[in-house]
């Protein structure tokens, strides 16, 4: 297991943009595949999107899709999310999640996990 670090939630109105960040303190991070999934009150954790190890393919939810997007820069051991045009329904914690030489949307196939961090999307 790795230590993950999640920043950049916030309560934004419908239509803005927020950045999230994951850091992934160590130096195996370029041999894992990192996930962002959200969860909101009363509902199950879902998947959002993935990307590789070596950043050359990417996965995405529908629900997301043209919306977000994701990436990583392995030389600061970080994985962003760039949400653009939010709505309402993204309002969820959204947690980051690293598996060796995997980024699919099985969230138990991640063995590390991030605390969360609240995005919030008002009408």
């Known amino acids: 297991q790795v230590q993950l670090v999640e920043s950049g939630g916030g309560l934004v109105q419908a239509g803005d943009s927020l950045r999230l960040s994951c850091v992934v303190p160590g130096r195996t991070f370029s041999n894992y595949g990192m996930g962002w999934f959200r969860q909101a009150p009363g509902t199950e954790r879902e998947f959002v999107s993935g990307i590789s190890w070596r950043s050359g393919s990417t996965y995405y939810a529908n629900s997301v899709k043209g919306r977000f997007t994701i990436s990583r820069d392995n030389a600061k051991n970080t994985v962003y999310l760039q949400m653009n045009s939010l709505k309402p329904e993204d309002t969820a914690v959204y947690y980051c999640?690293?598996?060796?030489?995997?980024?699919?949307?099985?969230?138990?196939?991640?063995?590390?996990w991030g605390q969360g961090t609240q995005v919030t999307v008002s009408s």
């Open positions: 999640a690293a598996a060796r030489y995997y980024y699919g949307s099985s969230w138990s196939d991640y063995d590390s």
